[in-house]
């Protein structure tokens, strides 16, 4: 093999392995997620709208993109190839109508911004930008919310997530995993306890 060419190969392998040691993910208390549900229930109180309830499986859905958009460094509401709908339906996440989806990016060079400051950094974002802040007042009855930390680099970045459904249309509804069987009306068949 041409010995420059074997010289190149091994020096990019060296800076993928350097960049792959300086990559990592760091541990966002989970305070953070709290911070962002009581922050946008306080807004929300001050607009003259009712509170948000936690929606787990939102906030799962929510965490993994966080988790996705800080260890690939990547930004936007569609970096992963899908929109948040989609997110919400690959991961069967049952609501009667999306409201929006507030993404927000923090990020710090050398010392790492403490979580505290960087879910404020958020909230005054998305109070100030007129679709985010919509979001923030839309008529949803449940929040999802995921914080994820990861540094590249010299570079602590911060990913945090909103999802913002409404659920409205399914108070009272029987949840079919809970539902009592349906009886067998098959007279000539017999019937399983």
């Not at 946008?40 to 607009?47: D, E, G, L, Q, V």
């Amino acid at each position: 093999m041409n010995r420059n060419l074997l010289t190149l190969m091994l020096g990019v392998a060296a800076l993928q392995a350097t960049e792959v040691v300086h990559a990592q993910q760091f541990v966002v208390p989970a305070s953070a997620k709290a911070q962002i549900i009581d922050a946008t229930n306080a807004y929300r109180k001050s607009k003259g709208l009712e509170s948000l309830r936690e929606s787990e499986s939102a906030s799962r859905v929510a965490q993994a993109y966080a988790r996705y958009l800080a260890e690939a460094n990547r930004t936007g509401h569609n970096a992963d190839g899908r929109d948040p709908v989609q997110r919400l339906h690959v991961a069967k996440v049952s609501f009667c109508k999306f409201q929006g989806e507030n993404w927000h990016e923090s990020w710090t060079r050398r010392d790492k911004a403490s979580a505290a400051t960087a879910m404020a950094s958020a909230m005054r974002f998305w109070k100030t930008s007129p679709g985010h802040e919509r979001a923030l007042r839309s008529a949803s009855t449940e929040i999802g919310v995921g914080v994820a930390g990861w540094k590249h680099g010299d570079q602590w970045y911060y990913q945090e997530i909103q999802i913002f459904i409404d659920n409205s249309c399914l108070k009272g509804a029987v949840s079919l995993a809970n539902a009592p069987p349906i009886p067998d009306r098959n007279p000539e068949r017999p019937q399983t306890p």
